[in-house]
C-alpha cells in the first residue's frame, strides 16, 4: 500500500512568486491535515480536512496560504504571494476518519521551499 | 493550549549506551502523548503514544517512554543505542481539539 506522497519534494522560487504543493493521501484516509517546520523549530499545525471540508483552519499563517481537497483526495496548498518566512519544510499526514488510534498520522516526506 | 518542551536539541551517545531523550509538556486536558521519529529522508513516523492506562509504554525498536504526571514529563529511553537509531525524534502532545503540537526536536548522534 503507497504511504502519503507529497509533490515537489524541494521547491526553490523567488521573493514574490506562486508555489503549489500536492499531498496525495492513503488511499481511504477522510482525514488530512497539512504541518509546517520553519528553520529547525518545532513542527506547526497548519489545517485539516475531513473529506473535502475544512475541518480546522486555525493555524494558517495569512491569507496568502490557500489549501484544497477537491474530491476529498489529494490536497493542494498554495502560497501565493510567497515571502521569505514561508521557507520550511511542509509535511502533509492522513488518517482514516474512523477507528482511528489518537495521534496515529501518517506522514509524508515533506516538500522543502525555499524562498529567496 | 498545549505546549511540548524537549530538552537539548542535540544529543549524542556511544552505541551501546543509554538513549534518554527528554519532554516536558503542558496542557489544560488530560494529554495525550506521542513520540514521532524521522529518519534521514522520510517522513515522520508513530514510535510509541500514551493514551490511558500503563503509563510506561513500549513502541517499536526497543524504545520506551514513561508518562509522569507529577512532572509533566514523557521522556524517551532506549537501554542500548544503535546506529540505526540515528535520526530526528518528536515528541507531540493532543489536545481537545485533535490536533497535535510537537516540540520542536531531538537530533540523536550515535557514535562508534
Known amino acids: 500500500e503507497a504511504g502519503v506522497t507529497q509533490f515537489p519534494s524541494h521547491s526553490v522560487i523567488e521573493k514574490g512568486q506562486t508555489v503549489t504543493l500536492r499531498c496525495d493521501p492513503i488511499s481511504g484516509h477522510d482525514n488530512l491535515y497539512w504541518y509546517r517546520r520553519v528553520m529547525g523549530k518545532e513542527i506547526k499545525f497548519l489545517l485539516h480536512?475531513?473529506?473535502?471540508?475544512?475541518?480546522?483552519e486555525s493555524g494558517m499563517p495569512n491569507n496568502r496560504f490557500l489549501a484544497e481537497r477537491t474530491g476529498g483526495t489529494y490536497s493542494t496548498l498554495k502560497v501565493q504571494p510567497a515571502e521569505l518566512e514561508d521557507s520550511g519544510v511542509y509535511f502533509c499526514?492522513?488518517?482514516?476518519?474512523?477507528?482511528?488510534?489518537?495521534?496515529?498520522?501518517?506522514f509524508g516526506e515533506g516538500s522543502r521551499l525555499t524562498v529567496l | 493550549a498545549q505546549s511540548v518542551t524537549q530538552l537539548g536539541s542535540h544529543v549524542s551517545v556511544s552505541e551501546g549506551a543509554l538513549v534518554l531523550l527528554r519532554c516536558n509538556y503542558s496542557?489544560?486536558?488530560?494529554?495525550?502523548l506521542f513520540w514521532y521519529v524521522q529518519y534521514p529522508n522520510q517522513g515522520l513516523q508513530l514510535l510509541l503514544k500514551?493514551?490511558?492506562?500503563?503509563?510506561l509504554v513500549k513502541g517499536i525498536n526497543g524504545f520506551e517512554a514513561e508518562f509522569k504526571k507529577s512532572e509533566t514529563s514523557f521522556h524517551l529511553t532506549k537501554p542500548s543505542a544503535h546506529m540505526s537509531d540515528a535520526a530526528e525524534y518528536f515528541c507531540a502532545v493532543e489536545g481537545s481539539a485533535r490536533q497535535l503540537t510537537f516540540g520542536s526536536g531531538t537530533q540523536l548522534t550515535v557514535l562508534p
Open positions: 480536512f475531513v473529506k473535502e471540508s475544512k475541518q480546522d
Open positions: 499526514a492522513s488518517s482514516p476518519l474512523s477507528g482511528r488510534a489518537l495521534g496515529e498520522l501518517f
Open positions: 496542557s489544560s486536558v488530560p494529554p495525550y
Open positions: 500514551y493514551t490511558t492506562g500503563a503509563t
